[in-house]
């Protein structure tokens, strides 16, 4: 399984360069210097735009808005305000990457509506051959007016672009021979473009939790915080996800 060493470490940058923000942030509000402020939020935006974009446009593919109802800018403007109103909430420096998501994920409640739990794809996860999986891919790369989606497009930051990896799913090497197959047969691409399908399909906690978890570097823990769970609760919605992952690349890539 080829690792992404790289990927984590930029991720893990992007946590301590939010974190450390926060002393000079707060030190520019009590200054009242609104303008600067600004200037180093904008800084710490373009990662959470991605996060809300990813969740915006699973939306609208699923057809709970059009495309043009709700953008990112409303979110990330309203985050600005939040920030600068409210940054005094949170008391330490540590608390700040996880405050910034809480506050970035109520905004996004406000105008998604969870769907219901897709029980029917879920159950059925275990018996979808090949073929079916094919065809989920083909109907995935149709946004929700109904309008062909390019590659291009797919890889675009606009669109539900992650940089998925085969490490997100498979935690042990026990499955050896069959990621040696996928490592081979498929390009990242192709892994991303397929765990953003599955994703696309579960239900919206567990595809959430995966973000979070895989993207995010958020802990269950602090998940739990987020989402006002239990911590026992966020670690099954990502051990289900996974598994409904896992599942999903054995049947449509089996070991011949």
Sequence with gaps: MQTNDSY?????EFRLFVTETYTNLRQLKNEGNQTSFNDLVLKIMPQIRQYVNTQLNTAIRKGHFSKNKHKADEIIDQLFIEIYDHIDDVKQAEDFY???????????????????????FFKNIDDYT????????????????????MVEELNDSSYNHNDYTLNHVFIENDENDWIKKIDKDLTSEDIQHHIAMVLYNLPSPMRTVFELATQQH????????????????VEQLLTDAKKALQVSFFNRY???
């Design 8 to 12: 984590y470490q930029n991720k893990k």
């Design 98 to 120: 996880l405050w910034l998501f809480k506050k970035t994920n109520d905004l996004l409640d406000d105008i998604i509506v969870e769907e219901e739990f897709d029980e029917f």
């Design 130 to 149: 090949k073929p079916e999986w094919d065809e989920m891919q083909e109907k995935y790369s149709i946004d929700g007016g109904g309008d062909l989606i």
């Design 218 to 233: 958020l802990e269950l823990d602090e998940i739990a915080q987020l989402r006002n769970s239990t911590f026992d609760e």
């Design 254 to 256: 089996p070991l011949k």
